[in-house]
């Protein structure tokens, strides 16, 4: 058995002219979370449908938990579970209902399916609500439930697709919580996002940008390549006097304020120095060390906020 | 399998109990439709409204049309003076038929010299026209004879040296309702099952449901079975009770074996689910399935034989009903209920229907593999 829990080689999806996921290279070591990032129509949803045989792939391979997606996806199914990004479990059936389908659909019979599903209402906090439709229970209850939904069958791999769209920060952070802790369970994670702060989370990003994989690291090699430097934040100076500042690499607005990126070796990457070079052009500005964020290497690698 | 099968028929069952209204559509919808289709598909000729234009106002005349208006066949609705006025009736569309006994009636019958009653008939309705006019033709011979005998007269109208005596059988009184009920159980075994199927795959398409069951290990035939198995019980209780009422509210005669319509049934079923499954799995949306399921109704009820017979259609046809699954089940459940047809009588319509619903699951089968994989 493989050493990673997904090997994906020049994957590619088609859809008449249309190249959803361009020749995509990677892998997913067990018991990671991974963060597939990008645009609505990047390619990330396309490229979990493969990876769980809902879709065929045009070219290359791939493979999840050791089988091949195009040879044995039955095999595939037994192993991975899919949380997709719609709540796609029954409104109209109570979340013990749903969990007894689910769970007789994966094959689960008798006291094993009685224990899988006592315990995914326990994990989902559902067991006084277990008897109400899953429609009327509010967003962050129904994606727990989807979640634990998906765990029914322990799979060793779980690929969440946007779990988060649409949750409030509070369940959001909540639900993170328990991804994480499924993760260090030894649960491999694949995990598509636009939220740039849950990518942070991740132990590896990958950043799709029309079809293609165009950075894969972890957040913090991700920020060390594609927004090196050091970073300030300014406030109270005027954009053009920054400029003119030496070793500036680049500076934009940040609210009322200033973000500024200096070469790694530029005196004034200092805040201290950089306060006592406006302060001589007669300028008072308040002068803070800040961290590179996932949307500088965004803004690095596609030029335009696309997040 | 088993686990999986039990699995989907169980959150279907739990689905439809929870959704008022797929069980009117399953079980109110058609008790309603076949106690009303049997009410109103009536093809006898009954209470056929006349209006009457005596012009010789006689003690004949008057036993003439009284004799006629007796039976059940016919009904005065109007008794006018003016043969002018009784036909304007008929133009009208207030009655059937103008009857116009001509000035001179008795006169001519006791000379012993024939005379002409004039009937003016409505052919808009083609069918009631003809039997109103057989029926007709068939009483002013009877009254002829009858009253040349009571009169002592010789006959004028002496009976013709062959005689056709018809003898009906299995439906003596020609009652249209016994023919029309089983067709109509046939219809509408074949709506609920097919739309109900469609409408309930489409849906889970919607939803993303299906999507959710995909990535789960089961097996496109165990979803198909766990899917098909609750409605095909459904199915069969309606019939089971659309035959009930049939016997109850219409008098149709329960000759044969009933086991052998419950077996017709299934494998009926096995057909119109598939294709119900077949719909839906070419379908994107509710909607579309809807569409695709009207769209194959109507055919298969036209091409049954249920309303007008196989024999009077186009040559070029006819052997194309052979592959509506509904002409067959039609001839089922009136070869056992009105014919008390054996099994080896219907082996040809139970072996054609079991074909068909194999080769249509199957193929539903793979379609749904295909579409969804």
Same mark, same amino acid.
């Given at each position: 058995?493989?050493?990673?829990?997904?090997?994906?080689? $020049?994957?590619?999806?088609?859809?008449?002219?249309?190249?959803?996921?361009? @020749?995509?290279?990677?892998?997913?070591?067990?018991?990671?979370?991974?963060?597939?990032?990008?645009?609505?129509?990047? $390619?990330?949803?396309?490229?979990?449908?493969?990876?769980?045989?809902?879709?065929?792939?045009? /070219?290359?391979?791939?493979?999840?938990?050791?089988?091949?997606?195009?040879?044995?996806?039955?095999?595939?199914?037994?192993?991975?579970?899919?949380? *997709?990004? !719609?709540? *796609?479990?029954?409104?109209?059936?109570?979340?013990?209902?749903?969990?007894?389908?689910?769970?007789?659909?994966?094959?689960?019979?008798?006291?094993?399916?009685?224990?899988?599903?006592?315990?995914?209402?326990?994990?989902? @906090?559902?067991?006084?609500?277990?008897?109400?439709?899953?429609?009327?229970?509010?967003?962050?209850?129904?994606?727990?439930?989807?979640?634990?939904?998906?765990?029914?069958?322990?799979?060793?791999?779980?690929?969440?697709?946007?779990?988060?769209?649409?949750?409030?920060?509070?369940?959001?952070?909540?639900?993170?919580?328990?991804?994480?802790?499924?993760?260090?369970? $030894?649960?491999?994670?694949?995990?598509?996002?636009?939220?740039?702060?849950?990518?942070?989370?991740?132990?590896?990003?990958?950043?799709?940008?029309?079809?293609?994989?165009?950075?894969? @690291?972890?957040?913090?090699?991700?920020?060390?390549?594609?927004?090196?430097?050091?970073?300030?934040?300014?406030?109270?100076?005027? !954009?053009?006097?920054?400029?003119?500042?030496?070793?500036?690499? +680049?500076?934009?607005?940040? $609210?009322?304020?200033?973000?500024?990126?200096?070469?790694? +070796?530029?005196?004034?990457?200092?805040?201290?120095?950089?306060?006592?070079?406006?302060? @001589?052009?007669?300028?008072?500005?308040?002068?803070?060390?800040? /961290?590179?964020?996932?949307?500088?290497?965004?803004?690095?690698?596609?030029?335009?906020?696309?997040? | 399998?088993?686990?999986?099968?039990?699995?989907?028929?169980?959150?279907?069952?739990?689905?439809?109990?929870?959704?008022?209204?797929?069980?009117?559509?399953?079980?109110?919808?058609?008790?309603?439709?076949?106690?009303?289709?049997?009410?109103?598909?009536?093809?006898?000729?009954?209470?056929?409204?006349?209006?009457?234009?005596?012009?010789?106002?006689?003690?004949?005349?008057?036993?003439?049309?009284?004799?006629?208006?007796?039976?059940?066949?016919?009904?005065?609705?109007?008794?006018?003076?003016?043969?002018?006025?009784?036909?304007?009736?008929?133009?009208?569309?207030?009655?059937?038929?103008?009857?116009?006994?001509?000035?001179?009636?008795?006169?001519?019958?006791?000379?012993?010299?024939?005379? &002409?009653?004039?009937?003016?008939?409505?052919?808009?309705?083609?069918?009631?026209?003809?039997?109103?006019?057989?029926?007709?033709?068939?009483?002013?011979?009877?009254?002829?004879?009858?009253?040349?005998?009571?009169?002592?007269?010789?006959?004028?109208?002496?009976?013709?040296?062959?005689?056709?005596?018809?003898?009906?059988?299995?439906?003596?009184?020609?009652?249209?309702?016994?023919?029309?009920?089983?067709?109509?159980?046939?219809?509408?075994?074949?709506?609920?099952?097919?739309? #109900?199927?469609?409408?309930?795959?489409?849906?889970?398409?919607?939803?993303?449901?299906?999507?959710?069951?995909?990535? =789960?290990?089961?097996?496109?035939?165990?979803?198909?079975?766990?899917?098909?198995?609750?409605?095909?019980?459904?199915?069969?209780?309606?019939?089971?009770?659309?035959? =009930?009422?049939?016997?109850?509210?219409?008098?149709?005669?329960?000759?044969?074996?009933?086991?052998?319509?419950?077996?017709?049934?299934?494998?009926?079923?096995?057909?119109?689910?598939?294709?119900?499954?077949?719909?839906?799995?070419?379908?994107?949306?509710?909607?579309?399935?809807?569409?695709?399921?009207?769209?194959?109704?109507?055919?298969?009820?036209?091409?049954?034989?249920?309303?007008?017979?196989?024999?009077?259609?186009?040559?070029?046809?006819?052997?194309?009903?052979?592959? &509506?699954?509904?002409?067959?089940?039609?001839?089922?459940?009136?070869? #056992?209920?009105?014919?008390?047809?054996?099994?080896?009588?219907?082996?040809?319509?139970?072996?054609?229907?079991?074909?068909?619903?194999?080769?249509?699951?199957?193929?539903?089968?793979?379609?749904?593999?295909?579409?969804?994989?």
């Amino acid at each position: 058995m493989s050493a990673y829990a997904v090997e994906v080689e $020049g994957l590619t999806r088609r859809f008449g002219a249309f190249i959803a996921v361009n @020749d995509v290279h990677f892998q997913v070591k067990q018991g990671e979370i991974f963060g597939y990032l990008g645009a609505n129509g990047a $390619g990330k949803s396309t490229t979990i449908k493969m990876l769980c045989g809902l879709l065929t792939p045009s /070219e290359g391979r791939a493979t999840v938990a050791g089988r091949d997606i195009a040879r044995d996806p039955r095999g595939i199914k037994r192993v991975i579970g899919y949380m *997709s990004q !719609k709540f *796609s479990l029954y409104m109209d059936l109570s979340p013990r209902e749903n969990l007894e389908f689910f769970a007789g659909a994966q094959g689960l019979r008798g006291r094993a399916r009685k224990i899988a599903v006592e315990a995914a209402l326990n994990r989902a @906090d559902l067991r006084d609500r277990s008897g109400q439709r899953a429609g009327d229970l509010p967003g962050g209850l129904r994606q727990r439930l989807a979640l634990a939904s998906a765990r029914l069958h322990a799979p060793s791999v779980l690929f969440l697709d946007e779990p988060t769209a649409g949750v409030a920060p509070d369940a959001r952070r909540e639900f993170w919580r328990e991804i994480r802790a499924v993760a260090a369970q $030894g649960t491999t994670v694949f995990v598509t996002t636009h939220h740039l702060d849950e990518a942070e989370y991740c132990a590896r990003v990958g950043l799709m940008v029309d079809g293609r994989l165009k950075a894969l @690291d972890t957040p913090a090699g991700l920020k060390a390549t594609h927004a090196p430097g050091r970073f300030l934040t300014i406030e109270g100076a005027p !954009k053009a006097a920054m400029r003119a500042a030496p070793g500036l690499m +680049a500076v934009e607005p940040f $609210g009322l304020r200033l973000r500024a990126r200096f070469e790694a +070796a530029a005196p004034l990457a200092d805040p201290a120095r950089c306060a006592a070079w406006l302060a @001589d052009q007669g300028i008072a500005a308040r002068v803070e060390r800040a /961290e590179a964020t996932l949307e500088d290497v965004f803004l690095a690698l596609v030029g335009v906020e696309v997040l | 399998m088993t686990t999986e099968i039990l699995a989907v028929a169980l959150k279907e069952i739990r689905q439809t109990r929870r959704d008022p209204r797929t069980l009117a559509v399953l079980v109110v919808a058609p008790l309603m439709q076949l106690i009303l289709l049997g009410f109103a598909v009536n093809l006898d000729v009954t209470h056929v409204p006349v209006v009457l234009a005596d012009a010789d106002q006689t003690a004949e005349s008057r036993a003439f049309a009284e004799a006629l208006l007796a039976g059940e066949t016919f009904e005065a609705v109007a008794a006018l003076p003016d043969p002018e006025a009784a036909a304007a009736e008929v133009i009208a569309g207030r009655a059937a038929i103008a009857l116009i006994i001509p000035p001179g009636f008795a006169a001519a019958l006791r000379a012993g010299r024939a005379v &002409d009653v004039q009937a003016l008939a409505d052919g808009s309705d083609a069918q009631r026209a003809v039997v109103a006019q057989n029926t007709l033709t068939a009483f002013a011979a009877r009254w002829s004879l009858a009253y040349s005998a009571a009169t002592g007269q010789a006959p004028r109208f002496t009976q013709a040296p062959v005689e056709i005596r018809p003898r009906v059988l299995y439906n003596p009184t020609l009652n249209s309702r016994v023919f029309f009920v089983p067709g109509v159980a046939a219809t509408l075994l074949l709506v609920v099952t097919l739309v #109900v199927t469609a409408m309930g795959l489409a849906r889970e398409k919607e939803d993303g449901t299906l999507e959710q069951i995909l990535v =789960t290990p089961i097996s496109s035939e165990a979803l198909m079975l766990g899917k098909v198995l609750p409605y095909g019980l459904i199915g069969l209780f309606d019939l089971a009770l659309a035959v =009930t009422l049939g016997a109850a509210i219409f008098g149709v005669p329960l000759r044969g074996a009933l086991p052998i319509v419950g077996l017709g049934g299934a494998l009926y079923m096995l057909t119109t689910l598939g294709l119900g499954l077949f719909v839906a799995s070419a379908a994107r949306t509710q909607q579309q399935a809807f569409m695709g399921a009207f769209f194959l109704i109507l055919p298969m009820t036209l091409l049954s034989g249920f309303m007008s017979p196989i024999s009077n259609m186009p040559a070029w046809l006819q052997p194309l009903t052979l592959l &509506d699954p509904m002409r067959h089940m039609v001839e089922i459940l009136r070869g #056992v209920l009105l014919k008390g047809a054996s099994l080896a009588d219907l082996a040809p319509q139970l072996l054609w229907l079991a074909g068909m619903g194999l080769t249509v699951f199957t193929a539903a089968a793979v379609a749904l593999r295909k579409r969804l994989a």
